[in-house]
């Protein structure tokens, strides 16, 4: 059989431009394919949030879906295997993530997801019903094993005399995760001797970033075509053929993660309309890190860094700052902040007793004035703000509410900071982009005479592998002391957390690298950590 598949990215709610995409891979694709296969919820795009509890999306929905039919009739003897929403049998306002099979303007055969995505942002018991049966389905010389998600049914259809299955898929990138969709296709390939095709989709939408990575493998479970990670690739495949064609390579981890980032944040700015950014250049890796990634996905000339030295601020970090906008090619601008802090100090002053000592509210009073610069900057020019915090400041509350966190993405906000600092490296990989000295200077926030980040924090690498255990792994305190780590350091690390739930829920969407990140805990609660 010769299987056409469509790794491609899809807009949510955008039914046209979708249709677009599909027709456009008809157009070259069809007249010499049995079957040409798209990725989960291709129609509609993924995830979709409460969109299926509103009526007027779902007829969307199955209009677009009408469309498609129509357009098959243009090449009635190829198959089209789509992902969409079908109204479910169980009841009203109820759906399928269904695959679909077109044909000549019909609809010969469908199949729901079996085992829902549930959980975080893939919540989709709330509006959608599990398979309530799975079949094969003969087409071509073919019984076709189709099914939808990670967890696909290949025992029972098997059983129900499969001789091909095809999964559709809208599996989100994870650090690590690659390795074992991979592991879990060969090891099902060569259990039931049946060849494999994985369509996955690629893009980000919203926090969640797409991979692609789609594959065939045959019945041995040797890999016969692996389609690259984090862009659009079209190809037609013979399911014929046998034996290992290519050697299947895990990506390198940094660049997993750097190129997640790239394509989520290109995906982000453009897909909510914005053609233009400005991010805080502190000086400091964090930023750096950002501003490199945002003139990576949508070009140095649509980046703006400001620089907004303050009274605390040493003379290198705008230098540094400059230094790599340079480098970059960026739009550059310093707007000092020392004025506008001493008319708040002197405003401020009677009211809140304000002394000569800077106290923890004029750290923060200055984190805020640079956030309401970059939100003048983003009202006045339609800029979208890409705030700079990693993932080692959200979870312990390291990050000034209405200050550094302002933004419309949080874009490594689930990036660890020792992984910032493997991030630079990369980006230098080739020439140095982010001056050497942004990535040696010791972190500081540069609030006040002298700060330095572990004035307040654990060592950057012992507080990643803390939160590591603690929020990755669910240790407890005591596991992770059992572990090898100080008491008083790691029930710091547990009450920080629990105390700064407050700010997460008011921070900007972030790019997720990892599967489950920060989930929600209770705010006002006695939980014990």
Avoid at 116 to 129: I, M, V
Avoid at 496 to 524: D, M, N, T
């Amino acid at each position: 059989m010769r299987l056409t598949i469509a790794q491609l990215d899809t807009t949510v709610g955008d039914f046209s431009g979708n249709i677009k995409k599909a027709t456009d891979v008809l157009s070259r694709f069809a007249r010499n394919s049995d079957i040409v296969v798209f990725p989960e919820m291709f129609i509609t795009g993924y995830p979709l949030g409460e969109l299926p509890e509103r009526q007027w999306f779902i007829e969307k929905s199955q209009a677009a879906i009408e469309e498609l039919k129509s357009i098959s009739r243009s090449c009635p003897d190829t198959g089209i295997l789509v992902g969409a929403p079908l109204p479910s049998e169980n009841g009203e306002n109820r759906l399928y993530n269904a695959a679909l099979l077109i044909q000549n303007g019909r609809i010969i055969f469908w199949q729901a997801k079996s085992a829902l995505s549930c959980g975080g942002l893939l919540d989709e018991a709330r509006q959608f019903d599990p398979a309530d049966s799975v079949s094969a389905f003969p087409f071509k010389g073919e019984m076709l094993g189709v099914s939808i998600g990670e967890h696909p049914p290949v025992e029972q259809l098997a059983k129900k005399g499969a001789t091909l299955f095809i999964n559709l898929c809208a599996s989100p990138f994870s650090v690590g995760r690659e390795g074992i969709r991979f592991e879990a296709i060969t090891r099902w390939a060569k259990r039931y001797s049946v060849p494999f095709v994985y369509v996955n989709s690629i893009g980000g939408n919203d926090e969640l970033i797409f991979d692609g990575r789609s594959l065939f493998v045959d019945k041995n479970g040797s890999p016969v075509h692996i389609f690259p990670a984090f862009e659009e690739f079209v190809e037609t495949i013979d399911t014929d053929l046998s034996g290992a064609q290519e050697e299947y390579i895990p990506q390198d981890e940094i660049e997993s993660v750097h190129n997640a980032l790239v394509l989520g944040l290109r995906d982000y700015v453009r897909k909510c309309g914005f053609e233009k950014v400005v991010v805080g250049l502190s000086g400091g890796v964090d930023s750096s890190v950002v501003a490199a990634l945002a003139a990576e996905a949508i070009g140095a000339e649509n980046v703006l860094g400001l620089a907004m030295p303050s009274c605390y601020s040493s003379p290198e970090s705008e230098k540094y700052a400059r230094h790599l906008a340079g480098n970059l090619g960026v739009n550059f601008a310093v707007i000092p902040i020392s004025d506008i802090y001493e008319s708040y100090k002197i405003s401020l002053k009677e009211e809140l007793s304000l002394g000569d000592e800077v106290s923890l509210t004029l750290e923060n009073i200055q984190a805020r004035i640079r956030g309401n610069i970059l939100m003048a900057f983003s009202n006045r020019f339609g800029y979208l703000v890409l705030s700079s915090g990693n993932r080692s400041e959200a979870a312990v509350g390291y990050c000034t509410l209405y200050g550094d966190m302002v933004g419309g993405l949080a874009v490594i906000s689930d990036v660890p900071k020792t992984m910032v600092y493997k991030l630079a490296h990369y980006i230098n990989r080739k020439r140095e982009v982010i001056p050497s000295e942004i990535i040696s200077r010791v972190p500081s926030a540069e609030l006040r005479p002298g700060q330095i980040d572990q004035d307040t924090l654990p060592p950057y690498d012992i507080l990643d592998r803390i939160l590591s255990y603690y929020l990755d792994e669910k240790k407890s305190v005591d596991e992770i002391v059992r572990l090898g780590f100080d008491r008083e350091t790691v029930l710091w690390v547990a009450k920080a957390v629990k105390r700064s739930e407050f700010k997460r829920r008011q921070a900007p969407p972030g790019l997720r690298i990892r599967l489950p990140g920060l989930e929600r805990v209770p705010i006002a609660s006695k939980w014990e950590c």
